[in-house]
């Protein structure tokens, strides 16, 4: 995938990607936005291709995400071509490709491995197309124009925070904890992890057991707490690192009968993790708002396809390669019972969707979140 040449596709490979592959339609304010002039006029090369990495880690690859980015699209008269990997670096290889051969002008890329995303980055230069880092950072990358994300070390510091906070433990002089961190190769993990510890490492009374990866694999991260919770009876708090890895960690509490006993923390805002939160099962989540991170990367895609070069209010440093990549970073939101209907009332996740049995329902209306 290095090499300058063009490969193209079979007609089978073609016809999946075609069928993988979504267009865009109408949109909401987000809260940060590049700067120049923002214009819904189409540019000339008006094509942006999108890779997102998976359906497994998070539902937000499969419904938010997209449904927003083709939104922006559709406001910015772009033709958008939005794929998803399926969890397969190779796959998101000949993904780009075939995005590169149809002239796309801007590549947005979510990467599964900083090697992978690379080298997509790479061979996208070679044929003049701009790369935008797209929630997560593509370390070692010297092609990456721009990086579109949220702050992923508040992110972390607002976990740790919340979960000193857990009604479980708040108050108590000594906290046994462990962490279930997400997957090493994926820079924004190790962000939220240089967060979360930079808290709990400080937090009076507070003990790590254990600190193992999840790889953003919920079933890794239940065979991992499995094995914790049999070696440390005494664990009063998880930093799991998002909402489907603590879906696992409560399950295995609920086989000891443990759950709500012990804080477990979260993040994304799941449709899962916000029922987590109002059954008391799981203390908080952080509600990253879509429009966040898909509103502003597609203007800055517009922009850069009308020829402008738009200034990022800030950088980050690549930790690899140390350079400075400009960035546009959105705040994230903690969500306990007090907001919880927050992200329903955002439009982020559907109320059928968070209140999808009876018994939800009433905890739905008991926590003011609507009802389908």
């Known amino acids: 995938m ?12 073609a016809a999946a990607l075609f069928a993988a592959g979504l267009a865009g339609c109408s949109s909401s304010k987000s809260p940060t936005t590049p700067s120049g002039n923002s214009t819904s006029a189409a540019p000339k090369n008006n094509k942006v291709g999108i890779l997102l990495p998976d359906t497994a880690s998070s539902p937000r690859w499969v419904s938010a995400d997209p449904n927003e980015l083709a ?21 998101m290889q000949t993904q780009a490709q075939a995005l590169i051969n149809a002239g796309v002008g801007v590549l947005l890329v979510t990467d ?11 061979l996208a230069a070679q044929h003049n197309v701009v790369s935008i880092d797209y929630d997560r950072l593509t370390s070692g990358s010297t092609n990456n124009s721009y990086y579109v994300s949220f ?3 508040k992110v972390g510091e607002n976990q740790g925070t919340a979960l000193t906070n857990c009604p479980q433990v708040k108050g108590k002089s000594a906290v046994n904890y462990v962490e279930i961190d997400g997957a090493p190769t994926d820079n924004n993990a190790a962000l939220f992890k240089q967060g979360y510890e930079s808290v709990l490492s400080k937090a009076p009374g507070w ?13 890794v991260a239940q065979r991992v707490f499995t094995n914790m919770l049999g070696a440390h009876k005494d664990i009063n708090a998880v930093m799991v690192a998002n909402d489907t ?20 923390s979260g993040q994304d805002a799941t449709a899962g993790g916000l029922d987590n939160v109002m059954a008391g099962t799981q203390c908080f989540t952080i509600y990253k708002p879509v429009n ?4 502003v990367a597609i203007q800055l895609a517009s922009q850069i396809l009308q020829g402008q070069k738009p ?12 350079r400075q990549v400009p960035s546009f970073l959105a705040t994230p939101t903690i969500i306990t019972q007090s907001n919880v209907a927050l992200p329903v009332t955002d439009g982020y996740v559907t109320a059928a969707a968070v209140c999808s049995t009876p018994a939800l329902v009433t905890l739905c209306k008991k926590f003011n979140v609507p009802t389908p």
């Not at 008269?77 to 990997?85: G, H, Q, T």
């Not at 003990?207 to 079933?219: H, Y």
Request: proline share 4%.
């Open 151 to 153: 702050d992923n070390v």
């Open 71 to 91: 939104n922006q699209c559709t406001k910015y008269n772009l033709d958008c071509k939005i794929y998803n990997a399926n969890g397969s670096a190779t796959t």
């Open 311 to 322: 200034q990022a209010p800030t950088t980050i440093e690549d930790p690899v390669n140390h």
């Open 112 to 122: 599964l491995d900083p090697g992978s995303g690379k080298a997509i980055e790479d």
């Open 2 to 13: 290095g090499s300058g040449s063009r490969k193209f596709l079979t007609m089978a490979a």
């Open 207 to 219: 003990k790590k057991l254990d600190d193992q990866t999840g790889q953003w694999d919920p079933a």
């Open 245 to 264: 890895m603590a879906q696992s960690v409560i399950n295995v509490l609920q086989s000891q009968h443990l759950a709500g006993q012990v804080a477990v």
């Open 292 to 295: 966040g991170e898909a509103d």
